[in-house]
T-cell receptor, first 109, second 114 residues
């Protein structure tokens, strides 16, 4: 069965500090992994997907199949990064997404 | 503008009174899905549809119904709402096929059942 674990409910950092939001998954096949973000009073939106290997708003995430992890990182957090972050897994060739329980990131000035 | 719309955005109702939450997308997406978002539980899938007239249960389908008569619309029906269905509901859509497709989410519908 597919499962996504985000161990931290809340991550609180100061502006300029590095950020790492943890995500671990369990899936027997070859997963597609995503990070979605929800800013206050806004709809959920895609932040990045692992196949793109891109950096969005300074965030990056590397898929580590050995550790079954897809942690989200940013070297210098900004106040506007404060939001709810969800890690999600999609099985190959199918659109069903399984979400983690989310991590609230709070960046203080 | 490409978007997913939901109506109503807010709804307060009483136990047992049937309601429908509409969802519409203008991106010609085959796939549509409903999720509920609850504190500490994240987003859980209720029902999804791979195309017109094709629907299937997600992880928490009890107490809900859906239909997909047209490609753009995917209404969520609560025949007899109960207080445990008080939640924030999101509709989403995406393209289908091999690949990591982005899901586009609606603005959410906050439902309170008293």
């Amino acid at each position: 069965a597919q499962r996504v674990t985000q161990p931290e409910k809340l991550l609180s950092v100061f502006k300029g500090a590095p950020v790492e939001l943890k995500c671990n998954y369990s899936y027997s096949g070859s997963p597609e992994l995503f990070w979605y973000v929800q800013y206050s009073r806004q709809r959920l939106q895609l932040l990045l997907r692992h196949i793109s290997r891109e950096s969005i708003k300074g965030f990056t995430a590397d898929l580590n199949k050995g550790e079954t992890s897809f942690h989200l990182k940013k070297p210098f957090a900004q106040e506007e990064d404060s939001a709810m972050y969800y890690c999600a897994l999609q099985n190959t060739g199918f659109q069903k997404l399984v979400f983690g329980t989310g991590t609230r990131l709070l960046v203080s000035p | 503008e490409a978007q997913v719309t939901q109506n109503p955005r807010y709804l307060i109702t009483v136990t047992g009174k049937k309601l429908t939450v509409t969802c519409s997308q203008n991106m010609n997406h085959e796939y549509m899905s409903w999720y509920r978002q609850d504190p500490g539980l994240g987003l859980r899938q209720i029902y999804y549809s791979m195309n017109v007239e094709v629907t299937d249960k997600g992880d928490v389908p009890e107490g809900y119904k859906v239909s997909r008569k047209e490609k753009r619309n995917f209404p969520l029906i609560l025949e007899s709402p109960s207080p445990n269905q008080t939640s924030l509901y999101f509709c989403a859509s995406s393209s289908t096929g091999l690949g990591a497709y982005e899901q586009y989410f609606g603005p959410g519908t906050r439902l309170t059942v008293t």
